[in-house]
């Protein structure tokens, strides 16, 4: 299964950026569709999901600034980043889990200047 991510770049602080993240259909329709990040040196971290439903939760240092919505239709989870801080320059991963079973995409880099 293959998840493929786009919309990452290098923005300065305070600049916004959409993330994409695109899954296939059997997939997409039965997962809870996350977002995560990884610093260099630093572990992955949740930054957002959001269920079958809609439900939507967010760690706290992005509540407010992030939002993360699916569009069921495209089979597409996006995350509008905006008020970017430097501290949150990493990789940026997408993620369908579907009970126990997970499935990641490659990743796209997001670069905050100060």
């Known amino acids: 299964v293959r998840l493929v991510e786009s919309g990452g770049g290098l923005v300065q602080a305070g600049g916004s950026l959409r993330l994409s993240c695109s899954a296939p259909g059997s997939v997409f329709s039965r997962a809870t569709m996350a977002w995560y990040r990884q610093a260099p040196g630093k572990q992955r971290e949740l930054v957002a999901t959001a269920t079958r439903g809609g439900s939507t939760n967010y760690a706290d240092s992005v509540k407010g600034r992030f939002t993360i919505s699916r569009d069921n239709a495209k089979n597409t989870v996006y995350l509008q980043m905006n008020s970017l801080k430097p501290e949150e320059t990493a990789v940026y991963y997408c993620?369908?889990?579907?009970?126990?079973?997970?499935?990641w995409g490659q990743g796209t880099q997001v670069t905050v200047s100060s």
């Open positions: 993620k369908a889990q579907i009970f126990d079973t997970e499935y």
